[in-house]
Antibody, heavy 121, light 110 residues
Framework: EVQLVESGGGLVRPGGSLRLSCTVS????????MNWVRQAPGKGLEWVST????????YYADSVRGRFTISRDNAKNSLYLQMNSLRVEDTAVYYC??????????????WGQGTMVTVSS | QSVLTQPPSASGTPGQRVTISCSGG????????VNWYQQLPGTAPKLLIY???QRPSGVPDRFSGSKSGTSASLAISGLQSEDEADYYC???????????FGGGTKLTVL
Protein backbone atom coordinates (compact mmCIF):
# COMPACT_ATOMS: atom_id res chain seq x y z
CA GLU A 1 0.00 0.00 0.00
CA VAL A 2 1.30 3.44 -0.96
CA GLN A 3 1.61 5.55 2.17
CA LEU A 4 3.03 8.91 3.23
CA VAL A 5 3.31 9.62 6.96
CA GLU A 6 4.26 13.07 8.23
CA SER A 7 5.67 13.77 11.67
CA GLY A 8 7.43 16.50 13.59
CA GLY A 9 4.63 19.03 13.98
CA GLY A 10 3.90 20.81 17.22
CA LEU A 11 3.78 24.11 19.06
CA VAL A 12 6.68 26.51 18.60
CA ARG A 13 7.30 30.15 19.53
CA PRO A 14 7.63 32.83 16.83
CA GLY A 15 11.22 32.88 15.62
CA GLY A 16 11.68 29.22 16.49
CA SER A 17 12.50 26.22 14.34
CA LEU A 18 10.91 22.89 13.54
CA ARG A 19 11.81 19.97 11.29
CA LEU A 20 9.07 18.00 9.58
CA SER A 21 9.58 14.51 8.24
CA CYS A 22 7.62 12.45 5.76
CA THR A 23 8.32 8.73 5.59
CA VAL A 24 7.01 6.89 2.57
CA SER A 25 6.31 3.26 1.74
CA UNK A 26 4.76 1.23 -1.04
CA UNK A 27 6.61 2.83 -3.97
CA UNK A 28 10.14 3.60 -5.16
CA UNK A 29 10.67 6.92 -3.42
CA UNK A 30 13.82 7.81 -5.34
CA UNK A 31 12.01 8.00 -8.69
CA UNK A 32 9.47 10.68 -7.77
CA UNK A 33 9.54 14.40 -7.11
CA MET A 34 8.02 15.32 -3.76
CA ASN A 35 6.24 18.33 -2.36
CA TRP A 36 5.09 20.10 0.78
CA VAL A 37 1.68 21.79 0.77
CA ARG A 38 0.13 23.56 3.75
CA GLN A 39 -3.34 24.61 4.84
CA ALA A 40 -3.92 27.26 7.51
CA PRO A 41 -6.93 26.67 9.78
CA GLY A 42 -10.11 27.29 7.82
CA LYS A 43 -8.17 28.39 4.75
CA GLY A 44 -7.26 26.99 1.34
CA LEU A 45 -4.28 25.02 0.10
CA GLU A 46 -0.90 26.71 -0.33
CA TRP A 47 2.04 25.09 -2.07
CA VAL A 48 5.25 25.37 -0.04
CA SER A 49 8.09 23.57 -1.82
CA THR A 50 9.05 20.94 -4.40
CA UNK A 51 12.16 18.79 -4.70
CA UNK A 52 13.08 16.66 -7.69
CA UNK A 53 13.96 12.99 -7.31
CA UNK A 54 17.71 13.58 -7.19
CA UNK A 55 17.44 16.95 -5.43
CA UNK A 56 18.66 18.60 -8.66
CA UNK A 57 15.73 20.99 -8.72
CA UNK A 58 14.25 22.70 -5.67
CA TYR A 59 11.50 25.30 -5.67
CA TYR A 60 10.01 27.40 -2.87
CA ALA A 61 6.99 29.63 -2.47
CA ASP A 62 7.96 33.28 -1.96
CA SER A 63 6.35 33.17 1.49
CA VAL A 64 8.91 30.66 2.80
CA ARG A 65 12.01 31.18 0.63
CA GLY A 66 15.07 31.85 2.77
CA ARG A 67 13.43 30.42 5.90
CA PHE A 68 12.44 26.87 4.90
CA THR A 69 14.67 24.16 3.43
CA ILE A 70 13.37 21.06 1.71
CA SER A 71 15.54 17.96 1.50
CA ARG A 72 15.28 14.23 1.02
CA ASP A 73 17.17 11.05 1.85
CA ASN A 74 16.39 8.46 -0.80
CA ALA A 75 18.16 5.74 1.20
CA LYS A 76 15.77 6.35 4.08
CA ASN A 77 12.65 6.90 1.94
CA SER A 78 12.21 10.21 3.69
CA LEU A 79 11.36 13.81 2.84
CA TYR A 80 12.10 16.70 5.18
CA LEU A 81 11.18 20.34 5.70
CA GLN A 82 13.44 22.39 7.95
CA MET A 83 11.50 25.45 9.07
CA ASN A 84 13.40 28.36 10.64
CA SER A 85 12.38 31.86 11.72
CA LEU A 86 8.82 30.66 12.08
CA ARG A 87 6.00 33.21 12.03
CA VAL A 88 2.46 33.12 13.33
CA GLU A 89 1.26 32.97 9.72
CA ASP A 90 3.11 29.67 9.21
CA THR A 91 0.52 27.98 11.44
CA ALA A 92 -1.05 25.27 9.30
CA VAL A 93 -1.44 21.60 8.61
CA TYR A 94 1.54 20.55 6.51
CA TYR A 95 1.01 17.80 3.95
CA CYS A 96 3.68 15.94 2.04
CA UNK A 97 2.67 14.75 -1.39
CA UNK A 98 4.09 12.79 -4.29
CA UNK A 99 4.17 14.00 -7.86
CA UNK A 100 2.31 11.87 -10.36
CA UNK A 101 5.06 12.04 -12.96
CA UNK A 102 8.54 10.55 -13.11
CA UNK A 103 9.60 13.67 -15.03
CA UNK A 104 8.60 17.36 -14.80
CA UNK A 105 5.94 18.23 -12.18
CA UNK A 106 2.43 17.22 -13.19
CA UNK A 107 0.17 16.83 -10.15
CA UNK A 108 0.10 15.73 -6.51
CA UNK A 109 -1.33 12.23 -6.68
CA UNK A 110 -0.63 10.84 -3.22
CA TRP A 111 -0.98 12.82 0.01
CA GLY A 112 -0.12 12.15 3.62
CA GLN A 113 -2.54 12.77 6.47
CA GLY A 114 -0.79 15.98 7.49
CA THR A 115 0.97 17.26 10.60
CA MET A 116 -0.11 20.37 12.48
CA VAL A 117 2.34 23.20 13.10
CA THR A 118 1.26 25.94 15.51
CA VAL A 119 3.36 29.06 15.88
CA SER A 120 2.27 31.03 18.92
CA SER A 121 3.69 32.83 21.91
CA GLN B 1 -5.60 36.67 -2.61
CA SER B 2 -5.09 33.50 -4.65
CA VAL B 3 -3.41 33.58 -8.06
CA LEU B 4 -6.18 31.39 -9.48
CA THR B 5 -9.76 32.56 -8.98
CA GLN B 6 -12.60 30.24 -8.04
CA PRO B 7 -16.12 30.99 -6.82
CA PRO B 8 -16.21 30.51 -3.04
CA SER B 9 -19.33 28.38 -3.17
CA ALA B 10 -21.50 26.25 -5.45
CA SER B 11 -24.54 24.10 -4.88
CA GLY B 12 -26.84 21.62 -6.55
CA THR B 13 -29.43 18.99 -5.85
CA PRO B 14 -28.84 15.24 -6.15
CA GLY B 15 -28.66 14.14 -9.77
CA GLN B 16 -27.93 17.63 -11.05
CA ARG B 17 -24.87 18.74 -13.02
CA VAL B 18 -22.70 21.48 -11.52
CA THR B 19 -19.64 23.25 -12.81
CA ILE B 20 -16.87 25.04 -10.94
CA SER B 21 -14.74 27.60 -12.75
CA CYS B 22 -11.08 28.48 -12.29
CA SER B 23 -9.61 31.60 -13.84
CA GLY B 24 -5.90 32.26 -14.18
CA GLY B 25 -3.45 34.06 -16.42
CA UNK B 26 -0.91 33.75 -19.19
CA UNK B 27 1.84 32.44 -16.91
CA UNK B 28 -0.16 29.60 -15.38
CA UNK B 29 -3.32 28.19 -16.94
CA UNK B 30 -2.56 29.90 -20.23
CA UNK B 31 0.53 27.75 -20.82
CA UNK B 32 0.30 24.88 -18.34
CA UNK B 33 -2.18 22.16 -17.52
CA VAL B 34 -4.71 22.32 -14.71
CA ASN B 35 -5.34 19.90 -11.86
CA TRP B 36 -8.33 19.60 -9.57
CA TYR B 37 -8.35 18.34 -5.99
CA GLN B 38 -11.24 17.28 -3.79
CA GLN B 39 -11.03 17.70 -0.04
CA LEU B 40 -13.72 16.03 2.02
CA PRO B 41 -14.30 17.48 5.51
CA GLY B 42 -11.47 16.66 7.88
CA THR B 43 -9.41 14.74 5.35
CA ALA B 44 -6.36 15.27 3.14
CA PRO B 45 -6.89 16.48 -0.42
CA LYS B 46 -7.33 13.92 -3.18
CA LEU B 47 -6.35 14.28 -6.84
CA LEU B 48 -9.52 14.38 -8.92
CA ILE B 49 -8.42 15.56 -12.38
CA TYR B 50 -4.92 16.10 -13.76
CA UNK B 51 -3.56 17.50 -17.03
CA UNK B 52 -6.84 19.35 -17.66
CA UNK B 53 -9.06 16.36 -18.29
CA GLN B 54 -7.44 13.13 -17.08
CA ARG B 55 -8.95 11.08 -14.28
CA PRO B 56 -6.74 9.02 -11.95
CA SER B 57 -7.71 5.42 -11.52
CA GLY B 58 -10.73 5.10 -9.24
CA VAL B 59 -12.23 8.52 -9.90
CA PRO B 60 -15.77 8.14 -11.29
CA ASP B 61 -16.44 9.42 -14.80
CA ARG B 62 -19.07 11.74 -13.29
CA PHE B 63 -16.11 14.08 -12.78
CA SER B 64 -14.68 15.80 -15.84
CA GLY B 65 -12.34 18.69 -16.52
CA SER B 66 -11.73 21.10 -19.37
CA LYS B 67 -9.55 24.08 -20.18
CA SER B 68 -9.85 26.96 -22.60
CA GLY B 69 -7.35 29.79 -22.79
CA THR B 70 -6.67 31.02 -19.26
CA SER B 71 -9.67 29.35 -17.66
CA ALA B 72 -10.61 25.84 -16.62
CA SER B 73 -13.72 24.10 -15.38
CA LEU B 74 -14.62 21.09 -13.30
CA ALA B 75 -17.96 19.47 -14.04
CA ILE B 76 -19.74 17.02 -11.78
CA SER B 77 -22.71 15.20 -13.23
CA GLY B 78 -25.21 13.04 -11.36
CA LEU B 79 -24.44 14.96 -8.17
CA GLN B 80 -24.38 12.81 -5.02
CA SER B 81 -24.41 13.73 -1.34
CA GLU B 82 -20.89 12.38 -0.92
CA ASP B 83 -19.64 14.98 -3.42
CA GLU B 84 -20.10 17.64 -0.76
CA ALA B 85 -16.53 18.89 -0.32
CA ASP B 86 -14.07 21.66 -1.07
CA TYR B 87 -12.64 21.71 -4.59
CA TYR B 88 -9.36 23.33 -5.57
CA CYS B 89 -7.80 24.01 -8.95
CA UNK B 90 -4.02 24.24 -9.36
CA UNK B 91 -1.46 24.91 -12.07
CA UNK B 92 2.26 25.50 -12.39
CA UNK B 93 3.13 29.18 -12.76
CA UNK B 94 6.15 29.89 -14.96
CA UNK B 95 6.60 33.43 -13.60
CA UNK B 96 6.52 32.38 -9.95
CA UNK B 97 8.34 29.13 -10.66
CA UNK B 98 5.96 27.23 -8.46
CA UNK B 99 2.49 25.79 -8.05
CA UNK B 100 -0.47 28.08 -7.54
CA PHE B 101 -3.86 27.10 -6.18
CA GLY B 102 -7.32 28.59 -6.42
CA GLY B 103 -8.94 29.72 -3.21
CA GLY B 104 -11.26 26.73 -3.21
CA THR B 105 -14.96 26.21 -3.86
CA LYS B 106 -17.22 24.74 -1.20
CA LEU B 107 -19.78 22.51 -2.89
CA THR B 108 -23.06 21.96 -1.06
CA VAL B 109 -25.49 19.23 -2.08
CA LEU B 110 -28.94 20.51 -1.18
Amino acid sequence: EVQLVESGGGLVRPGGSLRLSCTVSGFTFSTYSMNWVRQAPGKGLEWVSTISRNSDYIYYADSVRGRFTISRDNAKNSLYLQMNSLRVEDTAVYYCSRDLSLGPPVAFDIWGQGTMVTVSS
Amino acid sequence: QSVLTQPPSASGTPGQRVTISCSGGSSNIGINTVNWYQQLPGTAPKLLIYSNDQRPSGVPDRFSGSKSGTSASLAISGLQSEDEADYYCAAWDDSLNGWVFGGGTKLTVL
